[in-house]
T-cell receptor, first 110, second 112 residues
């Protein structure tokens, strides 16, 4: 089955800096890669996703890149703000259930 | 758009008591539905998923069971809770393949 590794487990940045979270996957058949943001005490929320026929996708301050050859994908957040502080999960799937990474706690200091 | 309703938000139950958590879906027909548990260590553990009424797949053998009596209703149950059942339980729905999961707001279960 699929295995997703996510790094780092914790990331601390200053407000205004960029943050990058990286994930690798094992199943070359995986073709859908969503990212979720989970605030304290709430359920995860889908923030951006990318399909295997696309190398990069951007939505305002958030971007995701996908390298199918290397089997890794990354979340990029620019101009970080304190409200970006949360746990972020990457996930991957082919046509089965999503396999999630273990999460990255992002802390943005004012 | 799809909305997942989940209740209660918090629950404290004694060891050995039964459990029933309900999840309902609004805005989608025939969704794929999922129950996850999240321990303090942040990881999301898939417990059960369902692709239709009466169809349940179990990912982890344990003290819990799931049922889907109606298209938009997914229930997580236990006959006798264990201390190790404590955690944050999340229901998620997917309107179709590769549309992303929508999660409910979760139930914080503490078994005492």
């Amino acid at each position: 089955g699929e295995n997703v590794e996510q790094h780092p487990s914790t990331l601390s940045v200053q407000e205004g800096d960029s943050a990058v979270i990286k994930c690798t996957y094992s199943d070359s058949a995986s073709n859908y890669f969503p990212w979720y943001k989970q605030e304290l005490g709430k359920g995860p929320q889908l923030i951006i996703d990318i399909r295997s026929n696309v190398g990069e996708k951007k939505d305002q301050r958030i971007a995701v890149t996908l390298n199918k050859t290397a089997k890794h994908f990354s979340l990029h957040i620019t101009e970080t703000q304190p409200e970006d502080s949360a746990v972020y999960f990457c996930a991957a799937t082919s046509y089965s259930t999503l396999t999630f990474g273990k999460g990255t706690m992002l802390l943005v200091s004012p | 758009s799809q909305t997942i309703h989940q209740w209660p938000a918090t629950l404290v139950q004694p060891v050995g008591s039964p459990l029933s958590l309900e999840c309902t879906v609004e805005g989608t027909s025939n969704p794929n539905l999922y129950w996850y548990r999240q321990a303090a260590g942040r990881g999301l553990q898939l417990l059960f998923y369902s692709v239709g009424i009466g169809q349940i797949s179990s990912e982890v053998p344990q003290n819990l069971s799931a049922s889907r009596p109606q298209d938009r209703q997914f229930i997580l149950s236990s006959k006798k809770l264990l201390l190790s059942d404590s955690g944050f339980y999340l229901c998620a729905g997917e309107p179709g393949t590769h549309y992303g999961y929508t999660f409910g707001s979760g139930t914080r279960l503490t078994v005492v």
